[in-house]
């Protein structure tokens, strides 16, 4: 209602800009003086930038909306100078936790009694709900999306653009659940291509009859119900990207047909002689061992050959757990984002279970298990007994450490646990968990550890 | 009040013989407020105690990886900056840079502190940080078990 009113009411008085009403609704609302520094800041305004009304209060507004913006396009530079006001713009922000945030903001004069330009007021709505929802229903994802600090995973982040530059065919090996297709997304996003269709295709969902006419399309009267032309994922993906996951299940005849394309770039459709040429990049997927498969002749060496151009290897999550507590974040927002709930996030108890569970679903099956809690967990923390009881078995408590029942406890045995998979080499856990050798020094002296050397 | 003088054998120093180009991200001759959306960023290379010589690139609205791609071809060791996206940081981690956050000030007069070592002083800390916010943001990305909201033994249900 505020963004409503001030277009038209431009003669806000300083005394209303802290109104204590303000503090009461959902959209930041920040006014500034002449020197563009901030004179009042709303509750809302602290929660979505993350910075407190006492920092704000005489600071620079750049330096406390930290707007893409700020430099150079400033909304409220441009309201103050025309005396337009600029409506529901989208821009994006990075707040005091080092999250972007997508939001809209509003801006209008800010006048004295007298009608004098005194400053300006802008208010402004957290989009970040928003923008998640849209990606569920369009399944747009991007790397920041990949929820990872594993030194494995941030190296083929690293890889990533330069992958997506190229127009190579990509191979992504991985366990179930680890997240290809999102990798796929990722590359195609990040690729010129972005702006073209990403086509998902799983062969493995599909007998081989089904998969070619799916693939390649079809005519009219190619067979019996075959009424008109029907276009296959490679016509639908045209100019953009075609992601063939399980292709390790492609039958032999299928295997063929798709060698035929990567070789030539053509194919035809069901029941036509003539050749279609195919502007399409292939990301490829597959959780088996192609190598092996090629060994046992289950799988065509050339096809093989011409799939792994490039290949990415996703580790499991149980080659990752410090990525565990980033996740469990990460799928509470989102389920709290799309359930309304408001789930505060998990107990030491809860968390340390799901730490020490070895995921053969890997980030999926975690993803379930926060799903499943949520239907059993209504408000505040999800609770141990809000996990089954398979996650929990595995807990033991740890080998240097007795009961496990605060954070410091769990943040020994996690590193205790690190420590044993690394052989106690220090400097390679140290790597894989991504922090300083020092820290994990000073880490294990003050929780009091005593690994063996090496 | 404040962290007092300079600040000696910390990570946010220059070390002293050691050959370092700096990257400021800029605006109007002063610290830029983001990184993630910096349009300019000044390349000082030193010997580690002295400014040898500098220069002025674009920036482009990129994607992060990207972004910290384009730094590391830029040979920059160390970033000064002000705010920075949580995935910005680790890409440019990742790429073997050093990036020291929330920086304020006149470019000079950022790069003159630290170069002698005072970027630690209340004045360099960009406006809504609290101090010690640097050392929060690095043990928080140096966090082993990274950030969650987690209720220990003794917290009330329903609270942090």
């Known amino acids: 209602m505020v963004a409503l009113m001030l277009p038209l009411m431009s003669d806000i008085s300083v005394e209303r800009a802290h109104d204590p009403i303000l503090d009461s609704i959902t959209e930041g609302v920040f006014t500034v003086d002449r020197e563009w520094r901030i004179t009042s800041f709303n509750h809302a305004a602290e929660e979505i930038t993350g910075i407190s009304r006492d920092r704000a209060i005489g600071k620079p507004c750049k330096d406390i909306l930290r707007a893409n913006i700020c430099e150079g396009d400033c909304a409220l530079a441009n309201t103050m100078e025309c005396g337009k006001p600029i409506v529901n713009r989208s821009i994006t922000i990075v707040d005091n936790r080092g999250r972007r945030k997508p939001i809209s903001i509003t801006t209008a004069l800010l006048k004295d009694a007298d009608g004098q330009t005194i400053g300006g007021v802008e208010t402004f709505r957290d989009l970040t709900k928003m923008e998640k929802l849209r990606k569920e229903i369009r399944r747009q994802y991007e790397v920041a999306d990949i929820i990872s600090r594993n030194h494995r995973m941030q190296g083929l982040f690293s890889v990533l653009p330069d992958i997506a530059n ?52 079809y005519k009219a009267g190619a067979f019996t119900d075959a009424k008109k032309d029907k276009p296959g994922r490679f016509a639908l993906a045209e100019g953009g990207t075609l992601f063939l996951d399980e292709i390790g299940d492609v039958s032999p005849a299928m295997q063929v047909r798709l060698l035929r394309f990567l070789q030539e770039r053509v194919y035809e459709p069901l029941g036509s002689v003539t050749p279609v040429h195919a502007d399409v990049r292939i990301v490829a997927a ?42 469990v974040d990460h799928f509470i927002d989102r389920f709290n984002t799309l359930q309304g709930k408001e789930i505060m996030g998990v107990s030491d108890d809860a968390l340390s279970c799901l730490m020490s569970h070895d995921y053969p679903g890997n980030v999926r099956e975690l993803e379930n298990l926060i799903e499943r809690a949520f239907i059993l967990c209504r408000s505040g923390h999800i609770e141990r007994e809000h996990l089954p009881d398979p996650v929990c078995a595995g807990f033991t408590g740890g080998a240097a ?20 998979q690394h052989k106690w080499n220090r400097t390679e856990t140290a790597r894989a968990l991504g922090i300083h050798k020092t820290t994990l020094f000073r880490k294990i002296k003050a929780l009091g550890l005593k690994p063996p050397r090496t | 009040m404040g962290m007092g003088g300079p600040v000696v054998g910390t990570r946010y120093a220059i ?62 060791h160390v970033v000064l ?76 249900k329903g609270g942090e």
């Open chain 1, 166 to 217: 190229s127009s190579s065919t990509v191979l992504i090996e991985g366990e179930s659940g680890t997240g290809k297709e999102l990798f796929a997304g990722a590359i195609h996003q990040l690729s010129p291509r972005r702006k073209k269709p990403f086509i998902a295709v799983n062969c493995g969902a599909l007998p081989d009859t089904l998969l070619e006419s799916e693939l390649f399309g």
């Open chain 1, 286 to 327: 597959t959780h088996q061992n192609l190598t092996s498969l090629v060994k046992e002749k289950r799988f065509r060496e050339d096809l093989y050959y011409r799939i792994n151009i490039v290949k990415l290897e996703i580790p499991p999550l149980r080659d990752r757990l410090e990525d565990v507590p980033l996740l």
């Open chain 1, 401 to 420: 450490v007795g009961n496990l029942d605060s954070f410091r406890q769990m943040e020994a045995s996690f590193l205790m646990s690190a420590l044993r």
């Open chain 2, 15 to 76: 070390q002293i013989g050691v050959k370092t180009t700096i990257g400021i991200a800029v605006w109007d001759g002063r610290v830029s407020t983001t990184l993630d959306f910096a349009r300019k960023l000044l390349v000082v290379d030193t010997d580690g105690t002295h400014e040898i010589s500098r220069s002025e690139v674009a920036l482009r609205d990129e994607p992060v990886r990207a972004k910290a791609k384009r730094l590391r071809d830029l040979s920059v």
């Open chain 2, 81 to 156: 900056c002000g705010t920075v996206s949580t995935p910005l940081a680790q890409a440019t981690a990742q790429e073997g840079i050093e990036v020291i956050p929330y920086v304020s000030g006149p470019v000079d007069g950022v790069l003159e502190a630290y170069m002698t070592r005072q970027l630690a002083e209340p004045c360099f800390l960009q406006p809504g940080c609290r101090p010690g916010a640097r050392t929060r943001w690095r043990r928080g990305a140096g966090c082993v078990l990274g950030e969650r909201r987690v209720r220990g033994r003794g917290q009330r």
